[in-house]
């Protein structure tokens, strides 16, 4: 079992900048794919990033060149560093872990979710 918790959610204006972390509860250096996806109000939860333990990533269309996705394996924290940042990037930002050992961009395949922190961007 692996427990994830999110922090570093937070209201900004638009262009601003935000790091979300991700902290999890056990050794996820060798063994996990770690992502993060997003949830508007009432839309569907969608992929943001997602980076392997080696160290592979693949990001969404949407968020390439303005988000960054790395991880600290010492930690087992993943950081997502968010710049440029617009209103269509609110939502709800959810933490996840997949035992793949290549980027994952599909949220079936994600076993572990953790609560989500709030990200708010006005205009």
């Known amino acids: 079992q692996v427990q994830l918790v999110e922090s570093g959610g937070g209201l900004v204006q638009a262009g601003g900048s935000l790091r979300l972390s991700c902290a999890a509860s056990?050794?996820?250096?060798?063994?996990?794919?770690l992502g993060w996806f997003r949830q508007a109000p009432g839309k569907e939860r969608e992929f943001v990033a997602t980076?392997?333990?080696?160290?592979?990533?693949a990001l969404a269309d949407s968020v390439k060149g303005r988000f960054r996705i790395s991880r600290d394996n010492a930690k087992s924290t993943v950081y997502l560093t968010m710049n440029s940042l617009e209103p269509e990037d609110t939502g709800v930002y959810y933490c996840?872990?997949?035992?793949?050992?290549?980027?994952?961009?599909?949220?079936?395949?994600?076993?572990?979710w953790g609560q989500g922190t709030q990200v708010t961007v006005s205009s």
């Open positions: 980076i392997a333990t080696g160290g592979a990533t």
């Open positions: 056990t050794r996820t250096s060798t063994t996990y794919t």
């Open positions: 996840a872990a997949a035992s793949w050992p290549h980027p994952v961009v599909r949220g079936t395949q994600y076993t572990y």
